[in-house]
């Protein structure tokens, strides 16, 4: 029961590039969240949304992250300009109910920079 | 979503065998406690909670201990499926807060 779509799935692109990465609920929630997955670092918290409004930015690793959440059906994460270390895999997820540690996960963009 | 594991923790069962999965948390202030299961190539995955106030919670299959004196966690899972297959981890969030805190994680085996 994934709780989001996530896009694309894949992606590969050189350094310097500008990578978009979308995410769209496809049931009710109140929060939404972005992590990045690394082998070396686990799951992090990099954004999350209460009814689309950021609330605590402070595990986005620095400005060249951006994240918007235009409406309740749409965010993205923006890597501007990206860099190797940026590889991994960057989750969306969101929160049906409030105060419950119940996420549901999208599968995931893995992310490739070269 | 694949969870490449390298210096995961790991615990191989025999299919059939009931499983421990363990893990130690940090804050102490924690109050809220969730195991998750990756499977290669998805995003995490619900299975159970508990409150600080609980020492036990029992869903389908899944036992959940925890331990606050030491900070310990664990999850039983009995009669392990090849199904069972994936990455566990347990996270940890406190006073309401929605930034949960996720560990390592530890890879389970099913052995035919």
């Known amino acids: 029961d994934a709780g989001v779509i996530q896009s694309p799935r894949h992606e590969v692109t050189e350094m310097g590039q500008e990578v978009t990465l979308r995410c769209k609920p496809i049931?009710?929630?109140?929060?939404l969240f972005w992590y990045r997955q690394t082998m070396m670092r686990g799951l992090e918290l990099l954004i999350y949304?209460?009814?689309?409004?950021?609330?605590?930015d402070s595990g986005m690793p620095e400005d060249r992250f951006s994240a918007k959440m235009p409406n309740a059906s749409f965010s993205t994460l923006k890597i501007q300009p990206s860099e190797p270390r940026d590889s991994a895999v960057y989750f969306c997820?969101?929160?049906?109910?409030?105060?419950?540690?119940?996420?549901?996960f999208g599968e995931g963009s893995r992310l490739t920079v070269l | 979503g694949e969870n490449v594991g390298l210096h995961l923790p790991t615990l191989s069962v025999q299919e059939g065998d009931n499983s421990i999965i363990n893990c130690a948390y940090s804050?102490?202030?924690?109050?809220?406690f969730i195991w998750y299961k990756q499977e290669s190539g998805k995003g995490p995955q619900f299975i159970i909670d508990?409150?600080?106030?609980?020492d036990k919670r029992q869903g389908q299959r899944v036992t959940v201990l925890l331990n606050k004196t030491v900070k310990h966690l664990s999850l039983q899972i009995a009669a392990t499926q090849p199904g069972d297959s994936a990455v566990y981890f347990c996270?940890?969030?406190?006073?309401?807060?929605?930034?949960?805190?996720f560990g390592q994680g530890t890879r389970l085996t099913i052995n035919p």
């Open positions: 049931s009710g929630h109140n929060s």
């Open positions: 997820a969101i929160a049906r109910l409030a105060g419950t540690g119940e996420l549901f």
């Open positions: 508990i409150r600080s106030n609980m």
């Open positions: 949304f209460n009814n689309n409004v950021p609330i605590d």
């Open positions: 804050n102490s202030a924690s109050d809220y």
């Open positions: 996270a940890e969030n406190f006073q309401g807060a929605q930034k949960l805190v």
